[in-house]
Structure formats: structure tokens, C-alpha cells
């Protein structure tokens, strides 16, 4: 079975402080992403890479950071969070077809509440 | 970025029904995907569509591509409670990097 895990379900933060969601992927995806969630908003792509210690910008990445050393590792950071930044994040993978990102594979996701 | 559209925003149907969703867009997609998010959860496919006019099942959902390939459709047949929860559909472009755009979902409530 497909398997997409993020590293804490949920997270409390205060602002400010530094931010580290995990992701990993068991099934040699090409792709990574980080969305956030926010009711009435939909998904909104904050990040995503195509290749390890590659990375593209996605329609809000401001104050957010990724870091993919490894294939199937992904990692979002908020260097000082902020209020705002209090969110549903869901990390998902996919293949790479040559034909754009193809079917996502999300993980349960992680709620974190900045203080 | 672009949106598709979903509405209405919520859904309420008892037991039993059936109920439909649409999804429509301005651009052309090749690749329309739906998605369901139990409340707490990640998004799960449910069914993708890669062709336009391809009608394709899951049990008792049923999902079409639109031959405009502009829109798509989700039925769901005799509802149960366990189908409440969060649906997106989800559309691609044409193009090597293009990327998925999702609507903005529609919550489905289930009377028992």
C-alpha cells in the first residue's frame, strides 16, 4: 500500500518559533509537495520538488522554507512562525510521467496552531 | 493560481439518496481526479478520469470526464454515513510540469 507519513498530527507552537514538518514516502515518488489547508480556501500549493534538492515556489510559499536531501524525505519549515501560519499542512507524492505531477498521494496530515 | 469551480460550499441528503456533484473549469484538462478527506484526515482517490467522455465506477460512486474535458461529475448512489466528509475534485493540464489544481471541495452531511 501506498504510505505518505507525516511526522506529528499535531503541532502547538508559539510565535516565533522555528518550524519543522516531516514528511516521508515508502514509494519511490519522484514528487513531493506541502499544501495547506484553511476552511473555505480549498488546498493552496506552498511548495513542491520534482527531485532531491530540487524545489519550486507554489502559489504562497512566502514564510515558508522545504528541504529534500533525500528521495523520499520532505521537509517544511517556517523559519518564525506566525499566527497566520496556524493551519491544516498535508504533505503528498506522486510519480513522475512526463506528463505533469499525475494522481497525488496524501499523508493524514498535520494540524499546527501558532500561539 | 487557478481555481475550479465546486459549489455549492455544503451538501445535505438523507440516507439512501443519491447525489451529485460537478466540477467546471475554464481551461481544458487532460486528467480530472476526485478526491475524498474524512474529517482529521489526508484526501483519498477515489477515481481518475484520463479521457474525455470516460465514465468510470468505484462501488457507488460513479465519475465522469466531460467531452468539453472543461468539467466532470461525481454520483454517489444510496448514501450511507460514512460518506460524509470532504469532496475535491482535482484537474490537469496538458504539459510536462503542469500541476494539479484542486476545487475548493464540497462538504457532504448524511442524515441517518
Known amino acids: 500500500d501506498v504510505k505518505v507519513t507525516q511526522s506529528s498530527r499535531y503541532l502547538v507552537k508559539r510565535t516565533g518559533e522555528k518550524v519543522f514538518l516531516e514528511c516521508v514516502q515508502d514509494?519511490?515518488?519522484?514528487?513531493m509537495f506541502w499544501y495547506r489547508q484553511d476552511p473555505g480556501l480549498g488546498l493552496r500549493l506552498i511548495y513542491f520538488?520534482?527531485?532531491?534538492?530540487?524545489?519550486e515556489k507554489g502559489d504562497i510559499p512566502e514564510g515558508y522554507s522545504v528541504s529534500r536531501e533525500k528521495k523520499e524525505r520532505f521537509s517544511l519549515i517556517l523559519e518564525s512562525a506566525s499566527t497566520n501560519q496556524t493551519s491544516m499542512y498535508l504533505c503528498?507524492?506522486?510519480?513522475?510521467?512526463?506528463?505533469?505531477?499525475?494522481?497525488?498521494?496524501f499523508g493524514e496530515g498535520s494540524r499546527l496552531t501558532v500561539l | 493560481g487557478q481555481q475550479l469551480n465546486q459549489s455549492p460550499q455544503s451538501m445535505f441528503i438523507q440516507e439512501g439518496e443519491d447525489v451529485s456533484m460537478n466540477c467546471t473549469s475554464s481551461s481544458i484538462f487532460n486528467t480530472w481526479l476526485w478526491y475524498k478527506q474524512d474529517p482529521g484526515e489526508g484526501p483519498v482517490l477515489l477515481i481518475a478520469l484520463y479521457k474525455a467522455g470516460e465514465l468510470t465506477s468505484n462501488g457507488r460512486l460513479t465519475a465522469q470526464f466531460g467531452i468539453t474535458r472543461k468539467d466532470s461529475f461525481l454520483n454517489i448512489s444510496a448514501s450511507i454515513p460514512s460518506d460524509v466528509g470532504i469532496y475535491f475534485c482535482?484537474?490537469?493540464?496538458?504539459?510536462?510540469?503542469?500541476?494539479?489544481?484542486f476545487g475548493k471541495g464540497i462538504t457532504l452531511s448524511v442524515r441517518p
Open positions: 503528498a507524492s506522486s510519480f513522475w510521467t512526463g506528463g505533469g505531477t499525475g494522481e497525488l498521494f
Open positions: 482535482a484537474g490537469q493540464e496538458t504539459g510536462a510540469n503542469s500541476k494539479l489544481t
Open positions: 520538488s520534482y527531485d532531491v534538492k530540487m524545489k
Open positions: 514509494m519511490d515518488h519522484e514528487n
